[in-house]
């Protein structure tokens, strides 16, 4: 006996939907397997019981068909190109219209003016804004795990503590870590 197929399957067998081969291997298997059988009965039974209740429903009211916008005539149109006329019209008359200055080549008189009173000296006012010193950022170098100097080397990320800690590790030429140091989560540096 093979495996049983799957309900789908069961159902695209009694619709006929399947390829070919595939009808046949389910037909064989069908023959064999009181367990797919008995799941086809089920499967024709209801298939059996929807066609029934959708025969039941009423038949759907027909569509109805929404009644038309009543026409407009060129009138309507008319009425819109006056309209935008008029605008322009409008318009026209609102632009301010271009005058010709005349000049007259003498001055006018002018009456004795008493002279202005000098200028009054004032000196500006300088604002000074202490500004505070920003503090000078704590260098937090490697911490070396062994006594060798470091010559050369890769810096690897790595978590610790369960992923809640992470830190950076300088792993040497012959792959053992040689510092570490921790790195701040939010802005990836300690």
């Not at 008189?109 to 920003?134: E, N």
């Not at 062994?146 to 792993?171: F, K, M, T």
Request: proline fraction near 12%.
């Amino acid at each position: 006996m093979t495996q049983c197929w799957s309900e789908g399957e069961l159902r695209a067998f009694l619709d006929s939907e399947l390829p070919p081969g595939d009808m046949r291997r389910v037909a064989a298997h069908w023959k064999e397997c009181a367990g797919c059988r008995g799941s086809c009965a089920e499967l024709e039974a209801r298939a059996a019981r929807l066609s029934i209740m959708l025969g039941a429903l009423p038949e759907p009211a027909p569509v109805m068909q929404l009644p038309g916008l009543p026409r407009r005539g060129r009138a309507s149109w008319r009425w819109t190109g006056g309209a935008v006329a008029a605008a322009l019209a409008l318009a026209l008359l609102a632009i301010p219209r271009r005058t010709d200055r005349i000049v007259s080549s003498t001055p006018p008189p002018q009456a004795q003016a008493t002279p202005a009173p000098p200028p009054v000296a004032v000196k500006p006012a300088i604002i000074r804004r202490v500004v505070p010193a920003k503090p000078k950022p704590q260098l937090e170098y490697y911490v070396k795990l062994d006594d060798e100097p470091i010559e050369s080397g890769i810096v690897v990320r790595v978590s610790l503590d369960d992923g809640q800690l992470p830190a950076d590790v300088i792993l040497g030429p012959d792959g053992r870590a040689r510092a570490i140091r921790l790195v701040n989560v939010f802005s990836g540096e300690r």
